[in-house]
């Protein structure tokens, strides 16, 4: 049986970054494949009652603050509270790592995983295009070719699609996995993705 994840997120979500290495460890032990859906959240969000954290009551900041501290604390990621890119536009970084899936020898998820990093540990700008062509070049894949396939009508089509997917799917926040039409919102749901994903052999 083929398994497959449908994987939607933002690449300026601290809880997709917090997740990501769980969902590499718990699908390889399944065999399962991930099908990266980089997308728009701050459009998610217009159709779903979602609010940008800027908006968000003081409560909910401070609390997600807590939450994020608890969940450093658990896994023993590193992650700076406070970057000093955020936010940051990540369409041309979700752009191309929609370009790495369909390029050849490229690892959607290592570049996912890398450009969080960059983002949550590492203090660096994914809006700005050196920096992620860097970002892709320093995990051996071809950064300028990847940029460069960003900005292609196809490449763009493809972005906006994950996003009308993912609204058409019941996608409403990040990270958001769907298996066998089944949707897991959030890292913390990962235990749940894995139980679903053992029940099929894995």
């Not at 997120?9 to 032990?29: A, I, K």
């Not at 062509?133 to 070719?145: K, L, S, Y």
Request: charged fraction near 25%.
């Amino acid at each position: 049986m083929t398994k497959t994840v449908d994987y939607y997120y933002s690449l300026v979500s601290p809880w997709t970054y917090l997740g990501g290495p769980r969902l590499d460890e718990m699908t390889r032990r399944a065999g399962a494949t991930v099908d990266y859906k980089p997308m728009e959240l701050p459009k998610v969000f217009a159709v779903s009652g979602g609010l940008p954290l800027a908006k968000r009551a003081a409560q909910r900041q401070a609390y997600r603050l807590v939450e994020l501290v608890r969940f450093r604390d658990r896994l023993g990621m590193k992650i700076n509270l406070h970057p000093e890119y955020f936010p940051a536009s990540d369409h041309l970084a979700g752009r191309m790592v929609v370009a790495a899936t369909r390029t050849e020898g490229c690892d959607p998820g290592k570049l996912t995983d890398a450009m969080l990093a960059a983002v949550w540990a590492e203090d660096r700008d994914i809006a700005d295009a050196e920096t992620l062509t860097a970002i892709a070049d320093g995990n051996a894949m071809d950064g300028a070719a990847l940029l460069a396939a960003a900005e292609t009508d196809a490449v763009k089509a493809a972005y906006d699609a994950n996003t009308a997917e993912a609204i058409e799917r019941g996608v409403f926040g990040a990270p958001s996995y769907i298996y066998n039409d089944e949707l897991f919102w959030g890292q913390d749901r990962l235990e749940f993705l894995d139980q679903a994903l053992a029940k099929d052999g894995g």
